[in-house]
């Protein structure tokens, strides 16, 4: 039962909801994504996994000589009542993946999905590519059916192919499949060499299609000043790795005479 592994918190009557759901990923895409919808729309709180049945704390703090209580990572539900469009949202947001019990944990969330008649489960991540960081990263798009896919297509978002998506942004979607449950994940492109950089371009991507797609309307000036800025570091980083190369595998040519001296004629 859903109230064995989840703490129900409020029981609102929603219209028609859609459910987002991520958790942390390659290059933190997925949380970039939920972590500005939560700062940006006024959510409320619905429900809270209970974390013992999937995690397992380790160690414990110490403040003032006083041990604290054992820390879980936190898996939660919230809810946003969508005024100007059709479909309100439940976003989940789970700090840290599971070791063990993903595919558990994945029905659990979809559970909740089910209490309150959600029409569509999204979730997003990262599709590294042969992208530079200096291109504008494009969105993917796959689906749980054919039909689905075929909607994404028609908004203009790049059909996935043959790829994996790892973890729980995308073994929720295959729970959903199984369940029957229309599901979709949004892939922003990131580059290769960049992996383990936060991508809040790809993250900006995202929520332009999501907009769209969930029928929400939010500013993303802020985060597209956060996409800027990252993208100079990265741009930093790229000529700093480039001239790191560059004296490891280079030597200096000049000629030298039999004294070893540096012939410079």
């Not at 996994?49 to 209580?69: C, M, S, Y």
């Not at 089910?114 to 569509?120: D, K, L, Q, V």
Request: net charge negative.
């Amino acid at each position: 039962m859903v109230t064995d592994l989840v703490k129900i918190i409020a029981r609102p009557k929603l219209n028609a909801p859609n459910m987002l759901a991520a958790w942390p990923g390659i290059s933190n895409v997925a949380m970039i994504v939920a972590t500005y919808l939560a700062r940006k729309l006024e959510l409320k709180d619905l429900a809270a996994v209970r974390p013992a049945n999937f995690f397992d704390p380790i160690g414990v703090l110490v403040k003032d000589n006083l041990i604290e209580d054992p820390q879980f990572p936190q898996s939660r539900f919230y809810y946003w009542k969508n005024k100007t469009g059709d479909n309100d949202l439940i976003l989940f947001i789970g700090d840290a993946q599971p070791a063990a019990k993903g595919y558990e944990l994945a029905h659990c969330v979809l559970d909740v999905a089910a209490r309150f008649r959600a029409n569509r489960i999204y979730t997003c991540a990262a599709a590294l590519t042969r992208i530079h960081h200096t291109e504008q990263p494009r969105v993917w798009g796959v689906g749980t059916t054919q039909n689905i896919a075929q909607e994404l297509a028609a908004r203009n978002l790049l059909k996935g192919g043959n790829l994996q998506i790892s973890g729980l942004n995308g073994l929720l979607l295959g729970v959903a499949k199984e369940r029957e449950m229309e599901g979709v994940c949004l892939l922003g492109e990131v580059p290769s060499y960049a992996s383990k950089l936060q991508n809040p371009m790809a993250a900006l991507a995202i929520i332009n299609a999501l907009k769209e797609l969930l029928g929400i309307d939010i500013n993303t000036e802020e985060l597209s000043h956060f996409a800027n800025e990252a993208r100079e570091q990265m741009k930093q980083v790229a000529a700093e790795a480039m001239e790191e190369y560059i004296d490891y595998f280079t030597e200096p040519i000049w000629e030298k005479d039999e004294e070893g001296n540096e012939d410079l004629d």
